[in-house]
């Protein structure tokens, strides 16, 4: 052996020294992020920071991430360096379905989106949502969704106690062909991962052709508030698309629409009157009257009602689903395999 | 509505002779098993058919109002106990600690008013008797785990060490308690389960952190902290019992108190 291999010898052999204990003082940290006392540490601490969650509006977030970050951390140094995850594979399966679950659940926070809607019998949603919320990753396509409703009907108990919610929809698919459903209490509308639910927010509205001065004419309506609900606060200020005044409308009605001493059901009353206040000018209007209201005239085409929507997006549902299938079935499994060595009554 | 009751009442009181037996014959050193068997069946019996006659007369389960969740888990909580007092003979003698302990709740729902409830719509699903059903599945796992930790602590504490000496050792007791709790670790996680696909169909949303999701959480993470503590620690089986009193202390909170001092308990009934 000449003197340069010696010298190339010391090296690598101090290279292999080196790195040998870089791994050990990798494992041991590993090992002792492992710590089963550091897990039932991390419980209490989750618990605790639930807690705080729940008592402060302010503190929604960190007090609940941070312990589950740190127990993920936990579990996936022990599944790396505890034998008993080597021994019993339901038990990995189980506790790596729990980290997948975490995952997930981080995931669909990211990309999430809720929100709400009222969508006016016979109008189409055009994918505008009256508020909403979503993760900073959210790149749905909310605006290609079209739905229309077409109707609903809610039965009421004695005491106005609402019962099963049916509303029909039609439904524009990717293929561009419109399709018919029923959705209701139990059961969303899904479009492109978007869920729809019906709400107990539903009311009335009256639907107003504007026909501007020179410009072009168009429809749409004015969602009042909620009913029953707020049945004595029948009013809303509205502002013709264009216009430069604004109109406040109230439904004026002169019936008992639901009769809280009867079975009854929702539906639009028979005999009323909107008011319209323009300014200092008050009107009322029967369906096909009109005012004008400064530079273009406004026709009330009639009442209709409209339907509250709860928007719901998380593509991560099924994974979540699955990942908690796997967890109880493979949690099932280890106490299985764990008890039938010996019997219960024994 | 006074045929149910006066039928309730009859199981009421044959749950109370069956635990007033097991009680005084443990004292006197007796053996009674097969009448107190009798009797909790006997209860179980009657009790059902009241709330068959009451789910007969308004159309929907025991569910809604504070009397009836508080009737349909005495009824399911009754007949856990009455499979393992079946099945497990050995630890028979455990009736003495865990009947008393069913006399608070059957106290609490005779001063509970029978009164009707509204069953909102969004209860019309088969999830409804899916979440609740694995729900008591597990508080039932627990009260049996409870009531052989009851025995386990009163024998440390030098009470009836006698008395409970028909029961096997600690190391036993312990050993079922434990298994009893891994049965109610998956039936709790089931009904987490359960629960959030149901709050997804009816509510839009499988988790909100409502008080009753909060707590039925925190009480699953005690179920999880009391078996891994057994684990890795070896506790005593002293210590091991005592964790899950607290348990059964959170996860009788989490059923019974937080429906009833929260309004909005499960937003569901609006
Ligand atoms: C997040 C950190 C976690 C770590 C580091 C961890 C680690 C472990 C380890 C190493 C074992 C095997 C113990 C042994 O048999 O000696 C174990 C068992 C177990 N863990 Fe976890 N775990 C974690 C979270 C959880 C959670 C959230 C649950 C939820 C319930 C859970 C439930 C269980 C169960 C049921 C067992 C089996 C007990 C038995 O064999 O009887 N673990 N865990």
Same mark, same amino acid.
């Given at each position: 052996?000449?003197?340069?291999?010696?010298?190339?010898?010391?090296?690598?052999?101090?290279?292999?020294?080196?790195?040998?204990?870089?791994?050990?003082?990798?494992?041991?940290?590993?090992?002792?992020?492992?710590?089963?006392?550091?897990?039932?540490?991390?419980?209490?601490?989750?618990?605790?920071?639930?807690?705080?969650?729940?008592?402060?509006?302010?503190?929604?977030?960190?007090?609940?991430?941070?312990?589950?970050?740190?127990?993920? +951390?936990?579990?996936?140094?022990?599944?790396?360096?505890?034998?008993?995850?080597?021994?019993?594979?339901?038990?990995?399966?189980?506790?790596?379905?729990?980290?997948?679950?975490?995952?997930?659940?981080?995931?669909?926070?990211?990309?999430?989106?809720?929100?709400?809607?009222?969508?006016?019998?016979?109008?189409?949603?055009?994918?505008?949502?009256?508020?909403?919320?979503?993760?900073?990753?959210?790149?749905?396509?909310?605006?290609?969704?079209?739905?229309?409703?077409?109707?609903?009907?809610?039965?009421?108990?004695?005491?106005?106690?609402?019962?099963?919610?049916?509303?029909? !929809? +039609?439904?524009?698919?990717?293929?561009?062909?419109?399709?018919?459903?029923?959705?209701?209490?139990?059961?969303?509308?899904?479009?492109?991962?978007?869920?729809?639910?019906?709400?107990?927010?539903?009311?009335?509205?009256?639907?107003?052709?504007?026909?501007?001065?020179?410009?072009?004419? !168009?429809?749409?309506?004015?969602?009042?508030?909620?009913?029953?609900?707020?049945?004595?606060?029948?009013?809303?200020?509205?502002?013709?698309?264009?216009?430069?005044?604004?109109?406040?409308?109230?439904?004026?009605?002169?019936?008992?629409?639901?009769?809280?001493?009867?079975?009854?059901?929702?539906?639009?009353?028979?005999?009323?009157?909107?008011?319209?206040?323009?300014?200092?000018?008050?009107?009322?209007?029967?369906?096909?009257?009109?005012?004008? !209201?400064?530079?273009?005239?406004? !026709?009330?085409?009639?009442?209709?009602?409209?339907?509250?929507?709860?928007?719901?997006?998380?593509?991560?549902?099924?994974?979540?689903?699955?990942?908690?299938?796997?967890?109880?079935?493979?949690?099932?499994?280890?106490?299985?395999?764990?008890?039938?060595?010996?019997?219960?009554?024994? | 509505?006074?045929?149910?009751?006066?039928?309730?009442?009859?199981?009421?009181?044959?749950?109370?002779?069956?635990?007033?037996?097991?009680?005084?014959?443990?004292?006197?050193?007796? *053996?009674?098993?097969?009448?107190?068997?009798?009797?909790?069946?006997?209860?179980?019996?009657?009790?059902?058919?009241?709330?068959?006659?009451?789910?007969?007369?308004?159309?929907?389960?025991?569910?809604?109002?504070?009397?009836?969740?508080?009737?349909?888990?005495?009824?399911?909580?009754?007949?856990?106990?009455?499979?393992?007092?079946?099945?497990?003979? *050995?630890? *028979?003698?455990?009736?003495?600690?865990?009947?008393?302990?069913?006399?608070?709740?059957?106290?609490?729902?005779?001063?509970?008013?029978?009164?009707?409830?509204?069953?909102?719509?969004?209860?019309?699903?088969?999830?409804?008797?899916?979440?609740?059903?694995?729900?008591?599945?597990?508080?039932?796992?627990?009260?049996?785990?409870?009531?052989?930790?009851?025995?386990?602590?009163?024998?440390?504490?030098?009470?009836?060490?006698?008395?409970?000496?028909?029961?096997?050792?600690?190391?036993?007791?312990?050993?079922?308690?434990? *298994?009893?709790?891994?049965?109610?670790?998956?039936?709790?996680?089931?009904?987490?389960?359960?629960?959030?696909?149901?709050?997804?169909?009816?509510?839009?949303?499988?988790?909100?952190?409502?008080?009753?999701?909060?707590?039925?959480?925190?009480?699953?993470?005690?179920?999880?902290?009391?078996?891994?503590?057994?684990?890795?620690?070896?506790?005593?089986?002293?210590?091991?019992?005592?964790?899950?009193?607290?348990?059964?202390?959170?996860?009788?909170?989490?059923?019974?108190?937080?429906?009833?001092?929260?309004?909005?308990?499960?937003?569901?009934?609006?």
């Amino acid at each position: 052996m000449n003197r340069k291999d010696v010298a190339t010898g010391a090296a690598s052999g101090g290279i292999t020294i080196n790195l040998a204990d870089k791994y050990r003082a990798v494992v041991g940290l590993m090992r002792r992020l492992a710590s089963l006392r550091l897990t039932l540490i991390l419980f209490a601490l989750l618990a605790c920071g639930i807690v705080i969650a729940y008592q402060l509006s302010e503190a929604r977030t960190w007090p609940v991430v941070i312990p589950l970050l740190l127990l993920a +951390a936990n579990l996936v140094a022990a599944v790396a360096t505890n034998a008993v995850f080597r021994r019993q594979t339901a038990l990995l399966v189980f506790h790596l379905s729990l980290v997948a679950l975490l995952i997930l659940v981080a995931a669909g926070r990211l990309t999430y989106l809720t929100g709400h809607v009222g969508v006016t019998d016979g109008a189409i949603f055009d994918g505008t949502l009256i508020d909403a919320a979503h993760g900073p990753w959210h790149n749905g396509n909310l605006a290609s969704v079209r739905f229309i409703s077409k109707g609903f009907s809610i039965d009421y108990e004695p005491g106005l106690h609402r019962g099963p919610t049916r509303n029909q !929809v +039609a439904w524009l698919g990717t293929d561009g062909r419109w399709r018919d459903a029923e959705i209701g209490d139990q059961e969303a509308l899904i479009i492109e991962g978007y869920r729809f639910y019906t709400t107990h927010n539903k009311g009335f509205a009256p639907v107003f052709t504007w026909k501007p001065d020179g410009g072009p004419t !168009v429809q749409g309506s004015v969602q009042l508030p909620p009913f029953p609900m707020l049945q004595y606060s029948q009013a809303a200020e509205w502002t013709p698309p264009g216009a430069t005044v604004s109109i406040w409308i109230m439904l004026d009605i002169d019936e008992v629409v639901l009769d809280a001493e009867d079975h009854t059901r929702f539906r639009l009353p028979k005999n009323y009157k909107l008011v319209a206040r323009i300014g200092q000018e008050r009107y009322e209007m029967q369906p096909g009257g009109s005012v004008r !209201v400064g530079d273009g005239v406004l !026709v009330f085409e009639g009442l209709r009602s409209w339907m509250g929507y709860k928007v719901f997006y998380d593509w991560t549902l099924p994974w979540l689903f699955s990942a908690c299938a796997l967890a109880v079935a493979s949690l099932a499994c280890h106490f299985w395999q764990k008890f039938s060595v010996r019997r219960w009554d024994e | 509505m006074e045929t149910e009751l006066q039928i309730l009442w009859a199981a009421v009181v044959a749950y109370v002779v069956g635990g007033t037996l097991a009680v005084v014959t443990l004292v006197l050193g007796k *053996r009674r098993e097969r009448t107190i068997l009798g009797l909790i069946a006997c209860g179980l019996g009657l009790q059902t058919l009241s709330i068959a006659l009451r789910w007969e007369r308004l159309g929907h389960g025991p569910f809604i109002t504070m009397f009836e969740i508080l009737c349909s888990n005495v009824w399911s909580l009754m007949l856990a106990y009455l499979i393992a007092y079946w099945r497990i003979p *050995r630890i *028979r003698g455990s009736a003495a600690v865990v009947m008393p302990l069913m006399f608070i709740m059957l106290g609490w729902l005779m001063l509970a008013h029978p009164g009707e409830g509204h069953f909102p719509p969004t209860y019309t699903t088969p999830w409804l008797f899916i979440h609740i059903g694995l729900g008591k599945v597990f508080l039932g796992a627990v009260l049996v785990a409870v009531g052989l930790s009851c025995v386990i602590l009163l024998r440390r504490a030098g009470i009836g060490v006698s008395r409970f000496q028909q029961l096997p050792p600690d190391r036993q007791l312990d050993e079922l308690a434990f *298994r009893c709790m891994a049965i109610g670790l998956i039936f709790h996680t089931l009904m987490l389960i359960a629960g959030a696909i149901w709050a997804q169909d009816a509510w839009g949303r499988y988790w909100a952190w409502d008080p009753l999701e909060t707590w039925a959480f925190i009480t699953w993470l005690t179920v999880a902290f009391t078996l891994h503590a057994r684990v890795t620690f070896r506790v005593s089986p002293q210590a091991h019992a005592t964790m899950i009193l607290m348990v059964f202390v959170t996860a009788f909170l989490t059923f019974f108190g937080v429906p009833f001092i929260s309004q909005a308990a499960h937003q569901g009934a609006i």
